[in-house]
Structures are given as structure tokens and as C-alpha cells.
């Protein structure tokens, strides 16, 4: 019976130090991805204090003192350790505290042990939303509405709130589909973006051998993107219907088509978020990282600015605020492709 008590203990703690050393991975390939990615130079210091505040934050028991230049943890009113703390910028050098910290502060912590799920998450949130307004931690949505479609007067209307992937082919399906029809609305209101590589495959469904963006990146480093040859619409008029809620990837498409002449844009001004974010998967969650800035074919600033459309339908002279009825846009839309314009 005593052995199996002593087994029992063994495994248990065996178990405990996988679950502290799969948390210390974990924030280490968190350090490690912001370091390769990020845009701007991360400032370590600052990631450590808002881990800090937030060990305190989940165990009111734990507390960390920093001076500057040493870290003190402490256990109520005990105090654990004592940590130096790196007097450079060195990721390397503030991941060992880090990892070291989390390590004693789980050692010394009843609640983080029985809700170790929730600390994860905590420390995760807490690295991605320090670093700038964009770069975030979601849970992965298994509800994307996916492209819906209908022909209205010979038109295909297509409608998306998100680029997810596989969406190019989806649309480009849609358009082989119904290619007799005489043009194309892509209706991109409310549709806040999504993936940067599924923005740059659905304009080059509609353009030939063009520039569609081009980003600025980590080390001010440019980086081009261009279509392939052809058009699956053979030169049919587009329209494309925005509003404040278009963002992002659906920015880079009503950038791309306006500027290359191959559509005309319907509704009120779009968001303004040029953010170009590189995406990686942490278990049931998705982590964003800003990569660098993208631009319209011609140079213009997406960020914080957004895209005027050609032909404004708000109700206010900002062309910010849309009109009530979402179905005049598609109507306006309608008639100029009737027309042959777009």
C-alpha cells in the first residue's frame, strides 16, 4: 500500500512538472515569435512588468516587487525569491527569468495548479495585447460565415463577412458558375477581413499581370505582390460595395481593383486598418502579431486613413455614416453595370 501511495505521488508529480514545463514552452515560442515577426522593437521590460501584474492579478496570494533591477516574489508576506533582472534588451535573458519566474510562482501557487488553462491564457493575452492596438489573442471561431450568392438582373451578387480560407476558390467557383452573367457586386460591407493571402487570391481572380499591394515590413523591408495573368470576369464590370466596417484583407481587394481600374466602389468610407499580421495557432486559440503595414497599388496609407469609394451613398457629408437601406447600394450597383461602368 505505501508503494503505491509512493508511485501514486511519483506520477502526480511527474504530471504537475509536464503541465509548468509545456507553460514555459509555450511562453518561450511566444517570445521567440514575437522576436522573429514583430514590426517594432519589442521592449522586454515591458512584456515582464505586465506578466507581473498579472501573476499578482490571478493569485492575490502571489506578489512581485520590482526595484529595477531585482524582481521579488513573494507568497503573502514571505518572500520566495529574489531574480535579477536583465540590464540590456535581450530576449534570450528576460525569457530565462521569465521562465524561471513562472516556474516557482506555479511551485507556490494551489489556484494556478487547478486552473492551469486559464493561467496559460492569461500570460498569453497578456504578452499579445501589450504590444500595440492590433496584435491580440482570439479563441479560433468555428462559426466564419461563409459566401453566400444570388443573381439579381442578370448580376451575380456575392456577399462575405470574413476572408477565411479557401474563399478565392469559393468565389472564383461562384463566378465559372455563372459567367454568363453580364457583371460582378462584391459586397464587402461589415466584412472586418481575415486572411492577407486569401485578399491577395481573390484579386487576382479579376486582374491580369497587376500590382495589388505592396507591405512594408519587419527591417522596413517591401515586399510586392502581383496577379497572375488572366481574369475570370474577361474585363466584366465589378462593383464593389464597402462601408465603415470594411477592414484589412477586404481593404486590400477594394484597394487593388479601384486603383487598377477593374471596379468602381459603392457605399461610405472604409475603416483604415493596413496591419499586415502573421497568424499562429496556440492549442484552441490564434495569436496575431503585427508583421508590417501594406499600402495601395499607387503608395497610399491604408492605415488610420481607409478608402474613399469613387461613389458615396452616406448620409453625411464625412461619407462616414451609411444609408439605412443596404439594397440602394446593391441598386446602384446594379445600374452601372448595366451601364458598362466599373
Partial sequence: MIRFIGLYCLFFMITIQSCFALEVKRIG?????????????VDYKKISNNLFKEINTFDKNLRIYNSGRKAFLYKENSLIKAFNLPENNSRES?????????????????????????????????????????????????????????VKDDVIVIK???????ISSDIRDIVLKNKHCSGLILDLRNN?????????????????????????????????FKSSKGDILEGKSIAILVNRLTASASEVVVGALSEQSRAIIIGTNTYGKGALQTIHNIDDNILYITHGFFYTPSGKKIEDVGIAP??????????NIAN???????????????????
Fill in 160 to 166: 462575405t463577412f470574413a476572408f477565411y480560407k479557401g
Fill in 94 to 150: 528576460w525569457k530565462n527569468v521569465l521562465i524561471s519566474l513562472i516556474e516557482i510562482a506555479s511551485d507556490n501557487s494551489i489556484k494556478i495548479n487547478n486552473n492551469y488553462d486559464n493561467f496559460e491564457m492569461h500570460m498569453v493575452k497578456t504578452i499579445s495585447r501589450g504590444l500595440d492596438k492590433y496584435s491580440r489573442t482570439e479563441k479560433t471561431s468555428q462559426n466564419i460565415k461563409k459566401v453566400t450568392y444570388e
Fill in 310 to 319: 469613387q461613389i458615396c451613398t452616406g448620409i453625411d457629408n464625412k461619407c
Fill in 29 to 41: 515560442y511566444l517570445l521567440d515569435t514575437i522576436e522573429s515577426d514583430y514590426r517594432n522593437e
Fill in 192 to 224: 472586418r477581413g481575415g486572411d492577407f493571402g486569401e485578399a491577395i487570391r481573390t484579386s487576382d481572380l479579376f486582374l491580369d499581370d497587376a500590382l495589388i499591394t505592396y507591405s512594408i515590413e519587419k527591417n522596413d523591408m517591401k515586399k510586392y
Fill in 324 to 342: 439605412k437601406n443596404p439594397n440602394n447600394d446593391i441598386l446602384i450597383g446594379i445600374n452601372l453595370i448595366k451601364n458598362k461602368i466599373g
